[in-house]
């Protein structure tokens, strides 16, 4: 039990050091989606409260919806359609594409003060 505690302790330590995306938070709801996801409600503030530590509240309001859409998820596999299947495999790197070309053009024309 102990080495299993310092392991998760270690990743969290790593996962802040390499600066990764969700830090330490990371690692904790990984953990709770482990140990405690048999009970929704457990899990859900375990989420929300590993988000308002690191003072990001917008992002703890984020995630709700997130967890609604999970609560009502009933364990069944969705659709076959092939149009939804690439749909979402082109979405997340279409629109992100998208946001980049914004970015460039906005910064082109409008540049960033130092």
């Known amino acids: 039990m102990i080495i299993r505690f310092l392991i998760i302790v270690a990743g969290a330590v790593f996962a802040t050091l390499i600066h990764a995306e969700y830090k ?6 990984i953990v709770a989606f482990y140990y405690i996801k048999s009970n929704f409600i457990l899990y859900s503030i375990a989420i929300e409260v590993s988000y308002l530590i690191n003072s990001d509240l917008l992002l703890a309001i984020s995630v709700i919806p997130a967890l609604i859409l999970v609560y009502f998820y009933n364990g069944k ?3 076959d359609s ?3 299947k690439w749909f979402f495999y082109l979405f997340y ?10 970015r460039y ?4 024309y409008y540049p960033v003060s130092n």
């Open 24 to 29: 330490w938070q990371g690692i904790v709801v």
């Open 82 to 84: 092939k149009f939804l």
């Open 105 to 108: 053009i906005s910064y082109k």
């Open 93 to 102: 790197p279409v629109h992100l594409a998208i946001f980049v070309t914004l």
């Open 77 to 79: 596999k969705g659709s």
